[in-house]
């Protein structure tokens, strides 16, 4: 069975994320460490790529997939250097490069024991158009991947209209769609857009929806959202160690589910990963459009196809997988785009859907026992190997 060839776009940064020794920070929450006035001494700052195109893209290419990696950038140091990272990995980046923006890029505040704080500029980001991609280069592939239009000017601006005609055009050239979110700043324009009507209309054309739940409910349910955030305050536990399958995570998956998608994979952080799908008549017409689109544009493509996503045993499935306990936990940067990586590697070798959640799964805990998104990260047969073994799992999640 030949590779199955996918394509990465949307946002990209280059992540500096400074070192917080633990025997200094442990137990110290971010407001104690990050004070006005104070100076705190710090670790090695990582550098390295960062956005969906580098830790789900990059992080399906380290897994072994054939993917194409395409983001805007500008004609600047980072963009040099987030180019160049790209290539010592062996990876061919497809960098739209912009004489008129700066790089993105990201500070990442990530003391142990605290979420994480992020400090952005989108940069070339909000002058990345859909009208940038190649069709003639994307109609050669089968899968299609895009996150992070949160952060992304030219993309939520006008409501989800280019959103939508570009997740009509990829499934109209029959590849198969995934779309990952990211979490908006409720006091810019993007905190204030109509984010339940640009999911409406663009989740019909979307056949796995990928983002994480505090995401979700800010986008479709603010007053639970606002819950959470109150409920955090008052236990000074992270959301995702407070959350009920049954009253916060079901309800918020369902309500995407209604508005289209083929299935939801919902991150839940620490807690893990719940998995919910469209019939299996729904599930199985996504694998007959890649094959059709496959005998239609190269016909010695379609037998590749018939043994990657088949569809079958992905229809009306109700599915949480708990997290791998990691050995170490450095830095969460990039383990929710990773654990994607994984699951998107998954469906596309023909995997089940619980095999699927599992290497996402592992794949997560793996990559935050480094501070780069892709360093942790193992080969496939390994990881596997690591979890039919026994990896202890963490019970967060309650009824």
């Not at 893209?57 to 395409?70: E, I, N, R, T």
């Not at 050669?140 to 959103?163: C, E, K, N, T, W």
């Not at 990952?180 to 663009?202: F, I, Q, R, V, Y």
């Not at 479709?220 to 049954?246: A, N, P």
Request: proline residues 5%; aromatic residues 10%; hydrophobic residues 35%.
């Amino acid at each position: 069975m030949s590779e199955s060839k996918m394509i990465t776009a949307g946002y990209i940064s280059m992540d500096i994320t400074p070192a917080f020794p633990m025997e200094y920070y442990q137990g110290r929450t971010l407001e104690e460490v990050i004070r006005p006035g104070k100076l705190r001494e710090v670790g090695r700052a990582d550098a390295s790529p960062g956005g969906c195109v580098s830790n789900t893209g990059l992080a399906m290419f380290v897994l072994g997939a054939d993917v194409s990696l395409v983001a805007k950038v500008g004609d600047d140091a980072f963009g040099h250097m987030i180019a160049g990272n790209y290539r010592n990995r062996g990876a061919s980046p497809e960098f739209i490069i912009s004489k008129d923006d700066e790089t993105s890029y990201t500070i990442v505040i990530s003391v142990p024991g605290s979420d994480r704080c992020f400090l952005v500029d989108p940069g070339a980001n909000d002058h990345f158009y859909p009208e940038d991609l190649d069709m003639e280069k994307v109609a050669a592939r089968q899968y299609f991947h895009f996150g992070y239009p949160a952060l992304m000017r030219s993309i939520y601006q006008d409501g989800g209209v280019r959103l939508a005609g570009m997740y009509r055009s990829m499934q109209e050239t029959g590849l198969i769609t995934s779309l990952d979110m990211a979490m908006p700043d409720a006091g810019s324009d993007s905190g204030k857009a109509d984010w339940e009507g640009l999911l409406k209309k663009t989740l019909p054309y979307v056949d796995f929806f990928v983002p994480s739940i505090e995401e979700l409910g800010f986008m479709l349910d603010r007053e639970r959202y606002e819950y959470w955030q109150r409920k955090t305050k008052e236990t000074g536990k992270d959301i995702c160690m407070t959350l009920s399958l049954k009253d916060d995570v079901r309800p918020l998956a369902r309500k995407a589910l209604d508005m289209g998608c083929g299935s939801i994979l919902l991150k839940c952080g620490a807690a893990g990963m719940y998995f919910l799908s469209s019939p299996e008549d729904h599930m199985l017409s996504i694998a007959e459009r890649m094959r059709a689109h496959a005998r239609e544009c190269n016909p010695e493509q379609a037998d590749a196809a018939e043994g990657v996503y088949t569809g079958i045993g992905w229809g009306d499935r109700d599915l949480f997988q708990d997290s791998f306990k990691p050995d170490r936990i450095l830095s969460g940067t990039g383990a929710g785009d990773t654990a994607i990586a994984g699951f998107l590697y998954g469906i596309s070798h023909g995997m089940d859907p619980e095999t699927c959640l599992k290497i996402a799964a592992g794949c997560g805990s793996m990559c935050i026992t480094q501070y780069d998104s892709l360093s942790g990260l193992l080969p496939i047969p390994e990881l596997m190997k690591r979890i039919e073994s026994g990896w202890e799992l963490q019970h967060f999640i309650q009824e």
